[in-house]
């Protein structure tokens, strides 16, 4: 290598702006799931430190329910569920809403079962909203899991799920593509 040479590569790095792009996204939705899991442990825990969910048991649920029947948008449907499911089991759902928050708000930050996760944090959202609820935080947190889902393959990106797939596929004798990298590259690097 002759002193020029080595003076373009080293000094003239060429900045491929795909990879900028790609490992943006990558960071983006990484940091999405991260605060999509913070958001659903912090509304587990403020369920006791704020609303006293555990310490006053169905005080704040039941209080919330009947408000939730007075309001006109709530439909009848969800109505009936809330008196004959919800009002009759007050103290199941007092004690599970937050344990499930928190657990599934954890797993998604460390991306351990983040697919059905997303779901049962869906499921308990769509819930709210149907109980005649939406703040600006239910409007991130609507809006974010749709994201997350619309992203998903960067969305499981530095993830335990990630972890877990390649260890698989390794012991298969696949080889992973890193993220990014398109099936027809891996095709050609694999004949090479």
Known sequence: MTPG???HHTLNPRVNFETVVNTASLL???VLRCAYGLAWIMAGVTKETE????SEPGLFLRQYLLEAL???NVVEPYKHFLRIVVMENL????YTIPVVQVIAGALIMIGLFTLPMLFVCLFMHINFVLSGNMNEISLFLYTAVFVLFIG???TISMS???RLKSTRLRRQGTQLAPAGVADSEIAVNMRA
Do not use: C, E, G
Not at 51 to 54: A, F, G, I
Not at 91 to 94: C, D, G, Q, V
């Open 5 to 7: 040479t080595f003076h």
């Open 28 to 30: 983006f939705f990484v």
């Open 51 to 54: 609303k006293h969910w555990w």
């Open 70 to 72: 007075d309001k006109p």
């Open 91 to 94: 103290l199941i759902f007092n």
């Open 152 to 154: 998903w393959s960067k």
């Open 160 to 162: 335990v799920d990630a």
